[in-house]
């Protein structure tokens, strides 16, 4: 059973620095209730000012208040409905009669484990971090007795990938209806010799030494070994090769070049001006292959759309199961 009063929407708009989310939080006001348990403002703050999702936003919208505090408002909102999520699926643990002695027991492994691990087998040391950061240790093992409790239930209730079977059926569905999602632009198999002025030689030596390379093509020489020897691009062990590119993946006075050739033709010298972030260079491209613009084939695609089904499918299940407890548990959202 659930049961709602208005949402909160006024959440603290700072995000302080990330030194503060080890600061104790004073704020101890419910937010909501589920079952016989309660979340805090407190815990949904601290839960944000600890998630790299917060510290993000706050680094992506530090000039923008306006943007920064609706971004805020809507994590706020995933906060909630992630620790009611966890509260649910703590309390469906309990109700249905999990609880045993194994359990306790694993937890003190865990701690133990966490101890010898992080502490240098020091169990004091743990304690005094722990009291640094305003927490004990009988609230630390909560936390990871609920984190256990919780990992386990997803486990339990979660549909693996490969246990979800999609049919041929849906797969050819979902191709005909994301044509857009499988359009190719027009490719061409490229290779590039890279040849830049160095600093240290004379005005027109990258155009004089590519020019002698060019001339070594055209009278037979491997262009993959000629860029072996000659390129300075990042490609040079490769022989030069970028691999298939469209249009955007180069400069147009590159991109223009390379589409206006066949597959095994190599362009002239082509020359690209100085600039403030790098010097004069000088590029000779040859095509390997080409192919024009079309849509990938179902069959090259099918896996990738399997996956896509499978995890919407899986999602759905979870959203499933999370929706029954909410329907059988009291929830209620203070304003």
């Known amino acids: 059973m659930r049961r709602f009063c208005l949402f909160f929407t006024g959440l603290p708009l700072l995000l302080a620095s990330a030194a503060r989310a080890d600061t104790p939080m004073t704020v101890s006001a419910i937010n909501v209730v589920v079952a016989d348990s309660v979340i805090t403002y407190a815990e949904i703050e601290d839960g944000m000012l600890q998630s790299e999702t917060a510290q993000a936003v706050a680094r992506l919208y ?89 990992r386990y239930m997803k486990y339990q209730n979660d549909s693996e990938l490969h246990k979800i079977f999609i049919s041929p059926l849906k797969i050819e569905q979902y191709y005909e209806a994301h044509q857009d999602s499988f359009k190719m632009k027009d490719q061409v198999d490229l290779r590039m010799i890279v040849i830049e002025q160095p600093s240290s030689r004379p005005a027109g030596f990258a155009s004089e030494m590519a020019g002698e390379v060019l001339a070594k093509i055209d009278a037979g020489a491997s262009f993959d070994q000629m860029a072996r020897i000659y390129s300075s691009g990042s490609q040079r062990a490769a022989g030069g090769k970028r691999g298939w590119v469209d249009r955007t993946d180069c400069r147009p006075e590159l991109s223009d070049v390379a589409f206006s050739l066949k597959a095994g033709q190599h362009s002239g010298v082509i020359k690209l001006p100085e600039t403030s972030e790098m010097p004069e260079t000088c590029y000779i491209l040859q095509v390997d292959d080409a192919r024009p613009a079309h849509v990938k084939p179902v069959a090259e695609v099918r896996q990738e759309i399997e996956v896509a089904l499978k995890t919407q499918e899986s999602k759905r299940l979870y959203e499933r199961w999370i929706h029954r407890l909410q329907k059988k548990t009291f929830v209620w959202y203070y304003q």
């Open 62 to 150: 530090a000039t923008d208040k306006q943007e920064y505090a609706k971004a805020i408002v809507k994590l706020k909102d995933q906060e909630v409905e992630q620790q009611v999520e966890d509260k649910l699926i703590l309390h469906d643990f309990i109700t249905s009669g999990y609880v045993t002695n194994v359990l306790e027991s694993l937890i003190d492994d865990q701690i133990r484990e966490e101890v010898q691990k992080n502490y240098h087998g020091d169990r004091a040391l743990l304690i005094q971090t722990l009291h640094a950061r305003g927490k004990t240790l009988d609230a630390h093992r909560r936390e990871v007795r609920d984190g256990f409790i919780i």
